[in-house]
């Protein structure tokens, strides 16, 4: 079994490493720093000790030091990888027995009473934040620009103030979804599209107002609702990052139309979408 030291990953570079990958099968091995991994799209499973794991999308797992564990899949999938270094968060952990330990000296005190528990399962409308999230950390990591470690940082306390909110609300190792993971997949590689309760509810074998009701019951929001915040989320990104006028903006986030996307964002946002990218051209 390897054990893999923080020496030996992060050398004398970096006290932060951040990855996506697809389709990586990890052995039975330890590491002696923090490991966080995030399930984009697929499914796996996890061993921690002797007990194994189904993990899907919206799935994040907290790898404590010094724990055993591997990962396999049957299928493909994605998954962000972070890891940390105690020294990352705080000088104080660098000789921590227990990553917990972390989060009692960074302020998540109310926290501290957790122990070793390694999934938690995002609702739909948390996943939207969180892989929008994750990807900002791994844009920072990869150019890091000036101030990124700082950045890093905050995010990084973001993110598990979000971790210990849903293990404060008793969902760690939760109960089994009713609703297929496939179908945020699907809506996920799909909301630029034109899509139907119709269609979606066959796929899951499910009438379409049964399948409206068990969607929001499982994921704390509407079938609409979600498509609307992956367009308005692809839309602000494309505003940022092209230099695709409006319309074509409107187009490649899934909009029927320019009155469309003005709407969603003067609702939003309070603003028209020239404006939106606008404010952000001035804070660079």
């Known amino acids: 079994m390897q054990n893999f030291s923080v020496q030996r990953v992060f050398g004398d570079q970096s006290e932060i490493q951040i990855k996506k990958m697809t389709d990586i099968t990890y052995h039975t091995h330890t590491h002696d720093f923090i490991e966080l991994v995030y399930i ?75 122990r070793e528990e390694p999934k938690i399962s995002f609702d739909a409308d948390e996943i939207l934040f969180i892989e929008s999230l994750i990807a900002k950390m791994l844009r920072e990591y990869t150019e890091k620009p000036n101030g990124f470690e700082q950045v890093l940082k905050s995010c990084i306390t973001v993110l598990l103030i979000h971790v210990f909110r849903k293990m404060d609300q008793g969902n760690i190792l939760g109960g089994e979804r009713r609703m297929p993971a496939e179908i945020l997949e699907y809506l996920d590689n799909n ?5 139907t309760i ?61 009155a469309a996307i003005f709407k969603h964002f003067k609702k939003m946002l309070h603003v028209t979408p020239a404006e939106y990218r606008k404010s952000k051209k001035k804070q660079e």
């Open 40 to 114: 984009e799209n697929g499914s796996a499973f996890q061993q921690v000790g002797e007990t194994e794991f189904s993990v899907q999308k919206g799935d994040l797992l907290f790898i404590n030091y010094k724990k055993t564990h591997a990962f396999r899949s049957e299928n493909s999938f994605t998954f962000y990888n972070i890891l940390l270094t105690p020294r990352f968060m705080s000088e104080e952990l660098v000789n921590s027995e227990n990553a917990m330990d972390l989060l009692s000296l960074n302020c998540f005190e109310s926290f501290a009473g957790y």
């Open 191 to 195: 909301y630029t599209e034109k899509i």
């Open 198 to 258: 119709q269609e979606l509810a066959k796929r899951s074998f499910y009438n379409p107002s049964y399948f409206s009701r068990i969607f929001s019951e499982t994921y704390g929001i509407t079938i609409t609702e979600y498509v609307f915040q992956k367009r308005f989320g692809r839309a602000c990104a494309l505003l940022e990052e092209s230099d695709m006028t409006v319309e074509e903006v409107a187009s490649a986030a899934g909009y029927r139309d320019t």
